[in-house]
T-cell receptor, first 111, second 113 residues
């Protein structure tokens, strides 16, 4: 069964550094999403992406964040200058038939 | 405003007991979808069920069942004859007209042997 995959599973970075989180959505899906979950808290929407552009973004998704689909298979989330409060689990999802399927997540730790 | 409330922060039961997880939602949309996801200790989010707002039929899948009541804006989830492997955090979510998922805070379910 096709799955959403994410790399790396865990990323440790220093405050102020740039990180790129990678996702490979399920191949026939057209809508893609990033969510984050701070430890022990609820899942929060970051951004949705369709037809090679952002459809919606939340207040969390400020100028430090960007998304890209560079090659038709990968879907990346870049954080330009990480802050301590960016430490969280980041989930990618892709959607078909009104249902979002999630990757296993990348745990980002900012020191 | 769109909102999902899972009032039960944590539930602990003994194996083989039945348990119901509550979910109440608020939305102004007439067309919407409701979901349940399971987050086991390993951390991934596992899709369990999708319900659209026009389909109020209850659904059963093995030991899992869901009760959608539009009149009370609730979408409750029952596990019958619970097992230790059911231990996880369960999230209820609402998909709004912008396609994003709005999540409840989750209910941590502990099944003791």
């Amino acid at each position: 069964e096709p799955e959403v995959t994410q790399t790396p599973s865990h990323q440790v970075t220093q405050m102020g550094q740039e990180v790129i989180l990678r996702c490979v959505p399920i191949s026939n899906h057209l809508y893609f999403y990033w969510y984050r979950q701070i430890l022990g808290q609820k899942v929060e929407f970051l951004v949705s992406f369709y037809n090679n552009e952002i459809s919606e973004k939340s207040e969390i998704f400020d100028d430090q964040f960007s998304v890209e689909r560079p090659d038709g298979s990968n879907f990346t989330l870049k954080i330009r200058s990480t802050k301590l409060e960016d430490s969280a689990m980041y989930f990618c999802a892709s959607e078909v038939a009104d249902t979002q399927y999630f990757g296993p997540g990348t745990r980002l730790t900012v020191l | 405003a769109q909102k999902v409330t899972q009032a039960q922060t944590e539930i602990s039961v003994v194996e083989k007991e039945d348990v119901t997880l509550d979910c109440v939602y608020e939305t102004r949309d007439t067309t919407y979808y409701l979901f349940w996801y399971k987050q086991p200790p390993s951390g991934e989010l596992v899709f369990l069920i999708r319900r659209n707002s026009f389909d109020e039929q209850n659904e059963i899948s093995g030991r899992y069942s869901w009760n959608f009541q539009k009149s009370t804006s609730s979408f409750n989830f029952t596990i019958t004859a619970s097992q230790v492997v059911d231990s996880a955090v369960y999230f209820c979510a609402l998909r709004d007209s912008n396609y994003q998922l709005i999540w409840g805070a989750g209910t941590k379910l502990i099944i003791k042997p």
